[in-house]
C-alpha cells in the first residue's frame, strides 16, 4: 500500500510503498472549492522503496510570491477567496496544501510567533493503481490543511 510520507501542494511530497507489489501513483485530487483539482504524477514506485515527487503549482503563481509571509490567526475569507481564485495571477495570496504528517505543520506554530499558523480543513486524495491485481484505489490523506501565504499588497 502507497503511504504518504510527507505531503506538499505544491512543493515536494514522498510516498512509500508499504506493500508488497508495485504500485503506480497516478494523481493527487484536491477538493478545495468547486472545482476540484488534479495533480497528475504517473509514477512507479516499487515495494520497499520511497517516491520524492516535486509538484510544481499547476497555475501562474503571482511575480512577488517569494516575498510573501505566512498567514497567521483568523484567515479572512475575502483571503481564501483570493488565493483559490487561481485564474487570476495577480491574486496577492496563494494557498499550499499538507497532509497532517508534513515536518512544516508540526514545527511551524513551535516558532516563537504571536498567533499559531492560519489553517484551513483540505480534502486530498492520492490516486493509485496496482499493478498485479489491475485495479485502481483511491487514498485519502487524513489532516489535510491548507495554509495561506499572503504578499504584502494584500494589506492595503
Keep these: 500500500m502507497i503511504e504518504p510520507v510527507y505531503f506538499e501542494y505544491p512543493g515536494n511530497s514522498a510516498f ?5 507489489g508495485d504500485f503506480v501513483i497516478v494523481s493527487v485530487s484536491l477538493d478545495l472549492s468547486a472545482q476540484p483539482i488534479e495533480l497528475p ?10 517516491m520524492f515527487i516535486d509538484i510544481p503549482s499547476q ?3 503571482p511575480k512577488d510570491i517569494n516575498g510573501a509571509t505566512w498567514v497567521r490567526g483568523e484567515a479572512p475569507s475575502s483571503l481564501i ?3 483559490l481564485d487561481v485564474g487570476k495571477p495577480q491574486r496577492c495570496a496563494v494557498f499550499h496544501v499538507f497532509n497532517a ?8 506554530n513551535t516558532l516563537d510567533q504571536e498567533q499559531e499558523l492560519a489553517v484551513k480543513t483540505a480534502s486530498a486524495s492520492l490516486n493509485i ?3 498485479s491485481t489491475k ?3 483511491r487514498i485519502e490523506m487524513r489532516g489535510a490543511k491548507m495554509a495561506f501565504l499572503k504578499i ?3 494589506s492595503r
Design 16 to 20: 512509500l510503498n508499504a506493500g508488497a
Design 41 to 50: 504524477i504517473a509514477k512507479l514506485v516499487r515495494p520497499g522503496e520511497v
Design 59 to 61: 497555475y501562474e503563481e
Design 81 to 83: 477567496s483570493e488565493a
Design 101 to 108: 504528517e508534513h515536518p512544516f505543520l508540526k514545527n511551524m
Design 129 to 131: 493503481y496496482h499493478i
Design 135 to 137: 485495479t485502481s484505489d
Design 152 to 154: 504584502d499588497r494584500c
